[in-house]
Antibody, heavy 116, light 105 residues
Framework: EVQLVESGGGLVQPGASLKLSCVAS????????MSWVRQTPGKTMEWIGD????????NYAPSLKNRFTISRDNAKSTLYLQMSNVRSEDTATYYC?????????WGQGVMVTVSS | DTVLTQSPALAVSPGERVTISCRAS??????MHWYQQKPGQQPKLLIY???NLESGVPARFSGSGSGTDFTLTIDPVEADDTATYFC????????FGGGTKLELK
């Protein structure tokens, strides 16, 4: 069974940094592109970016490119999202997803709240 | 960004046929996908590539369209289909529609 389990969320102050993790199981992690998608409290969905199966290529939403970094450790079957200089508008549920283009598996999501 | 526009809400009776539309601000060819999201859950892929049924998804769900106009059809609708349905394009940098909340009468 494919599972994606995110962690690392919580309450963070504006301007701080935060790193989310997503542990994958039930499939060969190193065979798949992976992506991060977030959903605001108002339910708006936003693609953050994706990473090639071997980690050699990443692509980001232009509005987030300078603050967010996606990486992966295939030996640990883990996907990461490094968030820096967070803002109140980054408050959302962050989903780890499998795929490139369409996303056939999603994690349960991890909540990030940016507030002082 | 490619903007995807969906109607906010629909209400139908069980057993009926429902069509949920998604219009793109520019052509996305067949790079359109549909997701179902129930309250408190993560989205679930239903249709990919505009018309391809994801494995394990009931055949009551179908998708059509190309270019700028797309449709998700559920026929017949069941009570368990109460959810919000999102379209998402991947022809350009991925974007999502605002979602259509489907309620059953």
């Amino acid at each position: 069974e494919v599972q994606l389990v995110e962690s690392g969320g919580g309450l963070v102050q504006p301007g701080a940094s935060l790193k989310l993790s997503c542990v994958a199981s039930g499939f060969t992690f190193s065979d798949y592109w992976m992506s991060w998608v977030r959903q605001t409290p108002g339910k708006t969905m936003e693609w953050i970016g994706d990473i090639k199966y071997d980690g050699s290529y990443t692509n980001y939403a232009p509005s987030l490119k300078n603050r967010f970094t996606i990486s992966r450790d295939n030996a640990k079957s883990t996907l990461y999202l490094q968030m820096s200089n967070v803002r109140s508008e980054d408050t959302a549920t962050y989903y780890c997803t499998r795929g490139y283009g369409s996303y056939d598996y999603w994690g349960q999501g991890v909540m990030v709240t940016v507030s002082s | 960004d490619t903007v995807l526009t969906q109607s906010p809400a629909l209400a139908v009776s069980p057993g009926e046929r429902v069509t949920i539309s998604c219009r793109a601000s520019e052509s996305v060819s067949t790079g359109m996908h549909w997701y179902q999201q129930k309250p408190g859950q993560q989205p679930k892929l239903l249709i990919y590539g505009a018309s391809n049924l994801e494995s394990g998804v009931p055949a009551r769900f179908s998708g059509s369209g190309s270019g700028t106009d797309f449709t998700l059809t559920i026929d017949p609708v069941e009570a368990d289909d109460t959810a919000t349905y999102f379209c998402q394009q991947s022809w350009n940098d991925p974007t999502f529609g605002g979602g259509t909340k489907l309620e059953l009468k």
